[in-house]
């Protein structure tokens, strides 16, 4: 796992462009103080003192620019320094706006949308170890992590959880049962479902033998009790049923297994067409979605999976490892060959981005906007600079070197003229 001061630290790439951007500078005042400890020997010198003191000019204009768009340069509480920190809040703001014009307004979802070929994509990827382990692969899998850890877990988990209930309980799931049940009647898959009922019924029948003999005992008279046939007709009882569940299981003509299927049968058709046991159904579905214990099994479901994802998106070997990545390989061959399935997943992820930028939208722009508002300047900075440092640095050397060609140019017209 990184930490916070990790990623807060410049990387290389930055600390390596600024001290090349800074020793440039240094370089063009020191070639400025030897021309004028050299005076004017030669025409040449004129233009080189040119050159350097502009390319001075010019670097510091743009040193100061760069540095006063994350800090106070040199300290110093210059007005209209300092952007990112004292603006950061409306930064947060404007980039959740961006977000909600650009990318979360359904119509251009689905406009997009339907341009992308995101199924085909993703097999192409996923067929590929080098691509999925290489450097384009690495750099999405932090910046994915990066971003699942920097959101504010407990309204993300909130999101999901209701999100997750919501599709539950729109999916009405008596219809479905029904037409399961029906598929695995008419291909014998409900054989070993029967045939685990017939096992349990047996293991409860051994479980409560002492239940049925009280029973038995308390429900049989005196007479009964006193001569010993209450234990006789417990025994009958046990026996007899033992016996009973002992021929279901081996035969499968019995009369009273072809009960049972009949009955799973009736249930199927009951399941997709009676609007009353569809009705139970339902109201049992949300039932057990509402429990307490289905919440906290929904919360624990998405921490796994969130500490999942990240575990996989930060170590290498998770990724190349084990039969997962052969899976995905596979998963990749399967989406490249098969067109139906491409465009099946491609219309679900349309519809899906759809429905969330309608009904999630505003809560995605609120979540942005408040992480970023919940992080302190020092942070917000820092993410920052280390994003965009690296260019800005490039910046300022191509103000130490414009700004020199510009000191050279108007010499020769002094000159000239």
Known sequence: MVSSADRLAPPAALVRMRLIATGL??????????????????????????????????????????????????????????????NKDRIGDTLANFLRDNFLVPVVVARRMRRIDIAAAAGRWLAQPTSRDGRLGRGAARLFADLLDALDQQRLGGMVK?????????????????????????????????NGMIRWGGTMLRANEANIRAMVHDRSGSLMRWTGLDETVANKIIDGLDQMLAEIGKDPDHPLRAKAEEGLAELAVDLQNDAAVRARVEALKLEVIDNPAMQRWLDGLWESARHSLLRYAREPDARRGGGLAEAMQQLGHTLQEDATLRETINRFLRRAAVGTAADYGSGIVRLVSETIRSWDARTITRRLENAVGRDLQFIRINGTVVGGLVGVALHAVDTLL
């Open 25 to 86: 500078l240094i370089a063009m005042a020191a070639v400025f103080v030897a021309t004028r400890w050299i005076g004017p020997i030669h025409p040449a010198i004129g233009f080189i003192r040119a050159f350097a003191e502009a390319a001075m000019v010019g670097g510091l204009a743009d040193w100061f620019a760069v540095t006063a768009l994350f800090r106070h340069p040199l300290g110093l509480p210059i007005p209209h320094t300092a952007i990112v920190p004292r």
């Open 162 to 194: 209701t999100t997750m209930g919501n599709r539950l309980r729109a999916l009405e799931i008596a219809p479905l049962l029904g037409q399961a049940l029906d598929a695995a009647i008419a291909n014998d898959r409900h054989v070993p479902l029967l």
